[in-house]
């Protein structure tokens, strides 16, 4: 075994799975024997982590040391049937809405806020369309993100500001890289730009309706300060203007305290399931600090559940359990409440091997894997120790944008997945576009996989310079 706990040794072997996916665990009969040889007593078959799992003192909730200060309460009973309803809910709250409840109780725990203010969602998609749509967006207004926004949130940002006759403005995020964190314009700290940026529109006459910031951005997958950012925020804004950050790559790759969080300044805070959780797609939590709840709906609004329990929402079924919001994102049209419910299972998977195990295994792997690909290639890494989580990052050694398309479709030839992007140098640096790697560190890749994408890209980099330049050559004729 390696210093990354679950690492395995040189001679061990390895997961033959893609580097960097960073979805839910689907454990095929040899990738449970991998994990064994790691130390974990799986059992195989398709519901390895419900029924034929032994129950132990986490599943059942009665162990009092939880990592995170609280007995996990499975929402299987004791005697694994598959009718089963949730061990901790009522008579009243049996079948899928039950099941639902307990699940939220558990996440509201895990992610540290009060339950009545955590909803599901399908993805953070139809989250941040929730979110902006609600927003009291006025005609001269001013809504405020970041560089690094996802393009969906950026596309809807522009939509609405479109739609109700107000602005976009986007502060610039800077990546002077060699393992260094992100500026503002200028190197100045993100914060300190922030707090500029919104004093500005205030010098205008003009009104913030909202500032949605990434939690941890995309490509590159950089965890934000954002305890400083929504202070910084705060600061400059009236009580009632949203705060809002995309936490679509957080859920399962950092700790989360939406108590601090809200404490801070934020406001709204949504995340995936299916990224870093191990729950499948079509799982997403939305968090809505309760002030603002009662202007927040889903995108699909006014839809009822004539035929079940559920109709018209009375407070006489087990619906009465959850409060007005969550009632308005409960039943928005036909859906499989499959991957809800799966998220109480990925959770008791998550904690059977331990969350602290998890977070700093694949932290100090990404964190190796960065330097690892930084020395094999004779590049640099991307970011600082505190802007990483579970996303590595190496420049490639490549110098134009076909050299790195090429060397991710020879990647994908050797069933090597990994993300590939450009990112600009800072004004300062010369604004050049350089080309990055954004490997993943999950729970099913090894050292092996980081070393196989470092191989791999030498060993196809000359053939792919030669061939690109003579591209360039016949092209230019």
């Not at 075994?1 to 454990?27: E, N, Q, Y």
């Not at 709204?268 to 202007?295: R, T, Y």
């Not at 490997?439 to 070393?451: G, R, T």
Request: net charge negative; glycine share 8%.
């Amino acid at each position: 075994m390696s210093a990354h706990g679950l690492i395995p040794a040189a001679d061990t072997k390895v997961l033959s799975l893609p580097v960097g996916i960073p979805g839910a665990l689907s454990l095929r009969n040899d990738s449970a024997q991998d994990l064994r040889a790691f130390g974990l007593p799986l059992t195989s078959g398709p519901r390895m982590f419900s029924s034929q799992l032994t129950p132990n003192k986490f599943l059942s909730g009665e162990s009092p040391d939880s990592p995170w200060g609280f007995g996990l309460a499975s929402p299987r009973q004791e005697d694994q049937s598959d009718s089963a309803s949730c061990s901790s809910a009522s008579d009243d709250e049996s079948g899928t809405e039950g099941y639902l409840l307990e699940t939220c109780r558990q996440l509201s725990a895990y992610v540290r806020c009060n339950m009545e203010d955590l909803l599901f969602c399908e993805n953070c998609s139809s989250a941040a369309n929730a979110v902006i749509s609600s927003s009291r967006i006025e005609e001269g207004d001013v809504c405020i993100t970041f560089s690094t926004a996802y393009g969906m949130v950026r596309n809807k940002l522009l939509m609405e500001c479109s739609a109700r006759k107000a602005e976009v403005r986007q502060l610039q995020v800077e990546f002077p890289g060699g393992g260094s964190k992100p500026t503002g314009p200028g190197g100045e700290s993100l914060p300190a730009a922030l707090g500029q940026l919104l004093r500005s529109v205030a010098s205008e006459g003009r009104r913030v309706a909202l500032v949605c910031m990434d939690h941890i951005s995309s490509a590159p997958g950089c965890v934000m300060p954002v305890m400083d950012l929504c202070r910084a925020a705060r600061q400059e804004l009236a009580a009632d203007v949203p705060i809002a950050l995309d936490a679509a790559h957080v859920l399962g790759q950092v700790d989360v305290n939406l108590r601090a969080l809200e404490e801070a300044g934020c406001t709204h805070w949504f995340s995936d399931g299916h990224k870093w959780f191990f729950s499948p797609k079509g799982s997403a939590l939305l968090w809505c600090s309760e002030p603002f709840q009662a202007e927040l709906l889903p995108a699909v609004k006014g839809a009822v559940a004539s035929n079940s329990r559920l109709y018209g929402f009375t407070k006489t079924s087990v619906i009465g359990a959850y409060t007005e919001v969550q009632q308005r994102f409960l039943y928005t049209g036909t859906r499989d409440y499959t991957p809800w419910c799966a998220m109480a299972e990925a959770l008791a998977f998550r904690q059977w091997i331990g969350e602290a195990t998890i977070l700093e295994r694949n932290r100090n792997l990404a964190l190796w894997g960065s330097k690892l690909l930084a020395d094999a290639w004779g590049t640099e890494t991307l970011l600082d120790e505190g802007s990483t989580a579970m996303m590595a990052h190496a420049r490639l050694p490549v110098d134009t944008e076909d050299e790195a398309v090429m060397i991710g479709e020879v990647l994908s030839m050797h069933g090597v997945h990994c993300l590939l992007f450009p990112l600009a140098r800072p004004a300062s640096q010369g604004g050049e576009v350089r080309y990055w790697a954004r490997p993943c560190a999950q729970l099913f890749v090894a050292e092996a996989d980081f070393h196989k994408l470092a191989t791999i890209t030498l060993e196809a980099l000359p053939d792919v310079k030669s061939l690109c330049s003579t591209k360039s050559i016949a092209s230019s004729i």
